[in-house]
């Protein structure tokens, strides 16, 4: 019998969502063509995280790591190449995370296993997995499979939804004791820096910021509307490079891929570059001054005005309308 | 301090076509942009401590273009792996073929984008190291460079982690090590006469067999251009009503 895996991701002892997503993912292929799931979560602590993922129906392996910060890639990678050759299950799902590619990068060099990458859909057929990717700002979607049985599918955030399981796997402790295979980095020290509470691959909704909002203070409006909408600020590379907002917050070709269900482009041309971070949100609103902006092209609803005056009314507007329904 | 470079050439963002084949044209390409932070960097490094900056890239004749540009910016010399028989590879193809590659060449740090944007995946380089067996350091936001070893601000959720490793290395960079500056005239002068070694596969001792469409271990299924957003319903309205017309329209897409 064939086996999905996926390789989760435990954050402050919690799986992310992405983590649920691939739990989901996993499950449903196993449903699909007769499988087994598990999920392997790595970490030095994860047991609870191992509980929460488990209600998402895959078996999890919980492989406890001694308290070590060396990067991902060095770590999770070696000990999940002895794990694979070891088990060899024939898919493994990994989230497309920082820490996410630089493990399924390592791992393709450490087992020669093929990978498809930039998955935003994942379905069973012939066989074996069939992954949709979107390339060139989603003007083109292309499928493709492995050539032989087995291989590593890179599974972008949001491209399912994450849906709890009738019944819950079980939990499996793991013992591997992976030698290095990657030259040793060390961690030597931690930064803080003050960042958005809400990372924008994870929200739901986003309200992006551009040169529009004329400057760092400007941006306090865009929180406020992120805030009253429940989601998350991002913003283009513009207004990164101008030192208004942090790099971690940029959609785009050098930022991020996001799939927000609402993306509220406030104060943003569209350029390409910009446009390829954000094409497959569900739905678009743009305010900008000007009607002849690119992002008129894929906006669902654009909205002519300045956004001085539109922001605000509209985050007043949106508490109110949620005061009143809820 | 020798610094290389991988560098790829992509088609030019936003004009890419597709051919009867449903597949990518190779029209004309540029230097990925992510590739050119790293360059940047190399070059700042180099000039501050001494130290030439090689570039390796594997693509088509035409991506002598994206090579030139980098060598007018002020890298030594570049190295260029062309063979017909490259197409249509595969991720585990391009790995193979750059580790072949980096294996002739003698470096103490190996510098690469944080991804493509025709490839999207990020995976190469973490890829190269684990096969080179070497320490892989990922998503610096600045890079610092001893004759000894080298040491990196990673980017993470909440602020940075420093990572240090001994050459050589690997390090893979972002677009926070800054914009990349434009050739001088002078410079795109300098790089008519600079140093073009291509490798062809025969060079790397590769089999043809094993790399392009041939050996590729994923297969292309066929690919279909998505229905378009059919347009932006246009409000022009005072202020307020603006913010009422965008509330309604998100209540009917049930988005609050
Ligand atoms: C290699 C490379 C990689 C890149 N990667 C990225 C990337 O990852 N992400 C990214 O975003 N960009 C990226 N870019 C940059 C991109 O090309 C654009 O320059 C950038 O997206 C523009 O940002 P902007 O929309 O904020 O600014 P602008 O293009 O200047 O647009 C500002 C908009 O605000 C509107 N406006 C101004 N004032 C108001 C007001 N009061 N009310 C309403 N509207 C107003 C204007 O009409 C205008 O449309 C990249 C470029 C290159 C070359
Ligand atoms: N064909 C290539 N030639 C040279 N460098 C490459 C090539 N493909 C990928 N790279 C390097 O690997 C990085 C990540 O690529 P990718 O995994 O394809 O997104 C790029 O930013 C380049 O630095």
New interface residues.
Partial sequence: MAAIWAVGEV?EGRPTRLTLELATLARQLADASGSTAAVVLVGHDVTTAAAEVATYGPVVLAVATPDD?R?A??RT?ALLADLLEERSPDVVLIG?S?DG??????????T?L?????ASSVSWADGGP?VE????????????????TR?IV?VRPASVTAEAAATSGAVETVEVDAGA?????????????A?SAV?IEEAR?IVGGGRGVGSPEGFAIIEDLADA?GGAVGAT?AV??AGWIG??Q?IG???K?VKP??YVACGISGA??HK?GVQTA?????INRD?DAPI???????????LF??VP??A???RA??AASG | MHIVVLLKAVPIVGTERLGPDQRVQRGQLEANGNDEYVLEKALKLTEANGGEVSLLSMGPASAIDALRKALAMGATRAYHVQDEALAGSCIRGTVDVLVAALRKIEFDLLFVGADTSDGLGGVVAPAVAARLGLPYLSYASEIRASGTGVSIDRLSPTGFDVQEAASPAVVMGTQLLGEPRYPSLRGIMQARTKETTTWSLADLGIDPASVGEAGATTRFIGSETPPQRSGATVVKAPPDEAAAAIVDFLATRRLI
Avoid: W
């Fill in positions: 954050a910060d990067p890639a060095a990678a497309a920082s590619k630089d493990i399924a990068g390592a791992l393709v060099g450490l020669d093929p990978i498809l990458v930039n069939r990717m979107s390339t060139f700002g989603g003007r083109l979607v292309t499928q493709s499979a492995f050539v032989g291989g890179l295979r990657l030259g040793a980095v060390r961690v030597t020290g931690h930064t803080e820096q960042g990372p909704i909408l590379r990164v490079d790099y971690g940029q070709q050098t930022g891929i269900a609402l390409i570059q390829v569900g739905t678009i609103v743009a009607p008129a092209e894929f906006a669902d609803l654009l909205v002519v005005g300045d005056e539109v009314r509209l007043a507007a949106v309308r949620k």
